[in-house]
């Protein structure tokens, strides 16, 4: 399929709608605009849920015919509320949410609009899954479009080095499909590039054969002995089989340092020792949980109701130095961000840089400070305390996960994606959208802009 269906040049509507049109005031709108972040009280002036594909074209027309800037929502997980433009017309995703399961094909068509969690319960009574992010209530796309990390990352790469193929709402109306053979150019823009070159409307993800069960194994260790732990458990990331994916956190005075390993939980055991073997923790929690469990463990279970603030890098190396700037902090500081490291490499690093827009396959670790709290007064503090404390680890950096950036706006475009990336994706978006049309994301700016 290449192209299907182009927007005619006839005024478009509100009756042209499958799905329902919400207006400021209207029953639902304010649930509606509402995302994951609680800072973000952003008004659109019209919100269009959609209900079909049709649907998706025919806001695109509106928003383009009344120059209103277009927003897409998917889950609203977007730290910046990206999604939510004010003044515009939002275009929300989540009447598109099913998913179709062929197990003999071992394929998976995701509509835009599903969430992460519902890709997992369709595919896991046939024994399979792909790699999805380790929130449930996360949307598909835009945790795809970015790259994907998850869990199965490791032993099958990232969510967009999973995706077959896209079908895709460009800019001008056409609904096109890009995959390996059908316009490779936007199939690879596609993996990595976020959502700059339209708006996804089903994703066909290949799928592997996941065992059932998993295990979580985590070590507690107080502030004060962190550092020589880490240094172990750095050590241990560079050995660790595919199936296991070392994890880090660190809050207030408490160190938590382990691993998920998704597979047979017997053979995830076998790592034990080498993880005890990193020092003498305060505490030791040790569970087998279903898959299913696994990738709702991190569900937030407060909703959209906290205020949210992260900064994110990624680091070729664990150093000392690094570890060192890690750990200094201030225990008793209540407005310090959690901040959190998980290893990458495995099948990630697999893949060709050149492969798709997503970089820094090289990557070792990935790390994120984030802050949470609820009393709008405390804005200000809080988001200061997350910048400074990802600041120390600045000169340990080399480059960021672009579905990690927040407010850094170019200069993060910058950090996400090489010269010569940034110079593919701009010819992409010349190609595909000339007048930035989808600019509310971390935004690639065609060249004429």
Request: some cysteine.
């Amino acid at each position: 399929m290449t192209t299907t269906a182009k927007y005619p040049t006839t005024s478009a509507s509100a009756s042209d709608l499958d799905g329902r049109v919400l207006t400021p005031g209207a029953p639902g709108y304010d649930a509606a605009r509402s995302v994951w972040n609680g800072m973000i009280d952003h008004r659109p002036a019209l919100v269009v849920q959609c209900a079909s594909v049709n649907d998706v074209v025919t806001a695109l027309r509106i928003a383009r015919e009344r120059d209103l800037e277009i927003g897409v929502r998917g889950g609203g997980h977007n730290v910046a509320g990206l999604a939510v433009p004010h003044g515009g017309l939002m275009i929300e995703l989540t009447g598109l949410g099913g998913v179709t399961v062929d197990p003999v094909a071992r394929r998976a068509r995701v509509q835009g609009g599903a969430m992460l969690g519902a890709l997992d319960r369709a595919t896991q009574p046939f024994g399979l899954a792909t790699t999805a992010g380790n929130v449930s209530h996360t949307g598909v796309g835009g945790l795809t479009l970015g790259g994907g990390m998850g869990w199965l990352a490791r032993q099958h790469g990232l969510a967009c080095d999973n995706v077959v193929a896209y079908t895709v709402v460009t800019a001008d109306g056409e609904l096109v499909r890009a995959a390996a053979d059908e316009r490779p150019d936007l199939f690879w823009g596609l993996r990595g590039g976020g959502g700059n070159f339209g708006i996804v409307v089903e994703f066909e993800f290949r799928l592997h054969p996941v065992s059932a069960r998993a295990l979580a194994a985590e070590l507690r260790f107080p502030l004060d002995r962190a550092a020589d732990a880490l240094r172990g458990w750095r050590d241990l990331a560079e050995e660790a089989p595919r199936e296991a994916t070392l994890t880090a956190e660190i809050s207030g005075d408490t160190a938590t340092l382990g691993y998920v390993w998704t597979g047979d939980p017997e053979a995830g055991r076998s790592l034990l020792p080498a993880l005890r073997s990193i020092g003498v923790p305060d505490d030791e929690d040790v569970r087998e949980l279903s898959y299913l469990a696994l990738q709702t463990r991190d569900d937030t279970v407060e909703g959209h109701s906290h205020r949210r603030y992260w900064k994110g890098h990624y680091l070729a190396e664990l150093t000392d130095g690094a570890i060192a700037a890690l750990v200094d902090r201030d225990p008793a500081d209540t407005t310090l961000p959690g901040v959190s490291l998980q290893a990458y490499g495995g099948a990630i690093a697999d893949v060709d840089e050149d492969a798709t827009a997503f970089s820094h396959r090289r990557t070792r670790f990935e790390y994120v400070a984030a802050a949470k709290w609820s009393d709008p007064d405390e804005d200000s503090l809080r988001m200061r305390a997350a910048r400074h404390t990802a600041a120390k680890l600045d000169r340990f950096a080399s480059g960021a996960y672009v579905n990690t950036l927040s407010d850094e706006g170019a200069a993060g475009v910058r950090r996400a994606y090489s010269d010569s990336k940034r110079a593919r994706l701009t010819a992409l978006k010349d190609a595909y959208d000339p007048d930035n049309v989808f600019h509310l994301n971390h935004n690639v700016t065609p060249s004429g802009c």
